[in-house]
């Protein structure tokens, strides 16, 4: 690919407790590669929840109390879910006791590891600790041990979260998105121009990408 070859650029806002997020973000991943699509990914903070409580919520009942899903059609969302996942590689492991959690903290941890590269890395890794290994990510001792099994440096990931140094940043990120009309995640943007929300399939993404490369020719 030669380096006059355009980059895509591509803004995901998103939550680490949004199972449609991994989801959206795999099947993209999928047809990038199926289409040797030059690109650059950047993750972008939303908060589903900014109100939850440090405890959390459990799942079923955050839920029915947002949405007013009966446990029968949550029941059936998540193995849905489960069904996609197995289908992308992720390991979706819903149960009975499995909770919300506040991520404006993740949020935090994530823009730190944006300044060393790893932004993306610890994405995935906070993705699995929640939906995989139920991991409270509202702890910030749980944050810092999960920067530390990527690679990072757990004194400074947990120096970060104790006091707070990119608290304002991220507020601000977070409000830049929510004035762009942002309401919902996944929320993906090619080149700060064309926006598309929700999972859309590897075969929606592909022919969106094609689309994106004639545009750019």
């Known amino acids: 690919m030669s380096s006059s070859t355009p980059v895509l650029q591509i803004d995901i806002v998103s939550d680490v407790m949004c199972p449609w997020c991994v989801i959206g973000y ?4 999928q047809a990038l590669q199926a289409t040797g699509t030059a690109y650059e990914i950047n993750w972008q903070p939303f908060e589903l929840n900014p109100q939850m409580p440090a ?3 459990n799942l079923r009942e ?3 109390e947002k949405y007013g899903s009966t446990d029968a059609e949550s029941a059936e969302n998540r193995a ?3 069904e996609i996942g197995n289908e992308l590689g992720i390991d979706f492991r819903f149960s009975e006791d499995m909770r919300m959690h506040n991520t404006f903290n993740a949020h935090q941890l994530l823009h730190w ?3 060393g590269g790893r932004k993306h890395d610890l994405k995935m890794a906070l993705f699995t600790a929640h939906f995989t290994d139920r991991r409270n990510l509202s702890d910030i001792n749980v944050l810092a041990d999960i920067a530390a099994e990527i690679g990072l440096d757990r004194a400074q990931a947990l120096a970060v979260l104790q006091d707070q140094r990119y608290a ?3 507020r601000g990120n977070e409000q830049f998105w929510v004035q762009q009309q942002i309401t919902g995640v996944p929320a993906v943007i090619f080149n700060r121009r064309h926006l598309v929300t929700g999972a859309q399939g590897v075969a929606n993404y592909t022919s969106m990408l094609k689309q994106l490369s004639e545009m750019q020719d």
């Open 55 to 57: 405890e959390g919520q």
């Open 168 to 170: 304002d940043e991220v």
């Open 62 to 64: 955050h839920i029915k």
């Open 80 to 82: 849905r879910m489960t």
């Open 26 to 29: 795999k099947q993209l991943a």
């Open 113 to 115: 590891a944006e300044q």
